[in-house]
């Protein structure tokens, strides 16, 4: 809403009894739980002429369910989920060689995995990868899904101390392809097995693995997301008047002309 900004929200499982946590200026986006369900991470997404938001500080927050009370963490990042113990907040992070040109620019892209603590502080790299856009880690911690080139991927992943160098080839580790005709919104399973993601108005689940047999099947779409929205429809006539209109007949223009809108 251009005028109120946005709001986070949650629900009970049936859909009914929805609570506002957080409202912000600016445009919420990328909610996750903590683990023991007490907290929501979310990002404030960066203000635009599109979607506005110049009022609000962009970012990566967190917000108690219990309270409302909610704490800037970080300023860059997105995809931001709690770890296990709920002590940490893991974000993707693009940096690129400083080439103009803004994201669609021939610039150098490198992803990264980084996490910190509740206020910000104590930033740790754990993986990085040249046009790697998205990662993110499952909640067991014991696999990385990734996307290059708008395709998902999924590599073991184990702390080691060393940031992970992640690519699609020349891995130590094994890599598995999730997708083939790209996707969007990865998310993994409690249990860590399973990932899922959507394409258009198609949801798909894989089973991680699977995907590491020598003959992975196929992932097929498991559900159709149909959303039907009646849309706002003018009703009657306007006039704009005492216009001055330039025609597309040569160089005619019309002073004081008036535009009929049916």
Not at 72 to 90: C, I, L
Not at 124 to 144: C, F, I, N, Q, Y
Not at 220 to 233: G, N
């Amino acid at each position: 809403d251009d005028e109120r900004g946005s709001s986070l929200k949650v629900i009970d499982s049936s859909g009914k009894a929805a609570r506002t946590i957080e409202q912000s200026s600016g445009v919420i986006r990328q909610p996750a739980f903590s683990p023991d369900g007490e907290r929501i991470v979310y990002r404030v997404e960066t203000a635009s002429k599109h979607m506005g938001g110049y009022r609000a500080k962009p970012g990566i927050y967190w917000v108690s369910i219990a309270d409302g009370e909610s704490h800037f963490v970080a300023e860059r990042g997105f995809a931001p989920t709690f770890s296990p113990d709920g002590e940490r907040v893991f974000y993707s992070y693009i940096s690129s060689d400083g080439a103009a040109g803004g994201f669609y620019s021939t610039a150098t892209r490198v992803g990264k995995l980084e996490s910190c603590n509740l206020d910000g502080f104590d930033v740790r790299e754990h993986a990085s990868g040249t046009d790697v856009l998205e990662m993110k880690l499952s909640p067991d911690r014991a696999w990385l899904a990734f996307s290059y080139h708008k395709q998902y991927f999924v590599v073991p992943y184990r702390e080691t101390g060393v940031p992970l160098q992640v690519s699609t080839r020349g891995n130590v580790l094994p890599v598995a392809p999730l997708t083939t005709h790209g996707g969007y919104n990865l998310v993994w399973s409690a249990d860590s097995e399973t990932v899922q993601w959507t394409l258009g108005s198609s949801l798909y689940r894989a089973s991680v693995a699977e995907q590491f047999a020598v003959t992975a099947p196929p992932v097929e779409p498991v559900a159709s997301i149909d959303l039907a929205v009646a849309t706002d429809v003018p009703e009657g006539v306007l006039a704009l008047t005492h216009a001055r209109l330039i025609t597309m007949n040569g160089n005619e223009v019309i002073e004081d002309g008036t535009v009929v809108v049916e």
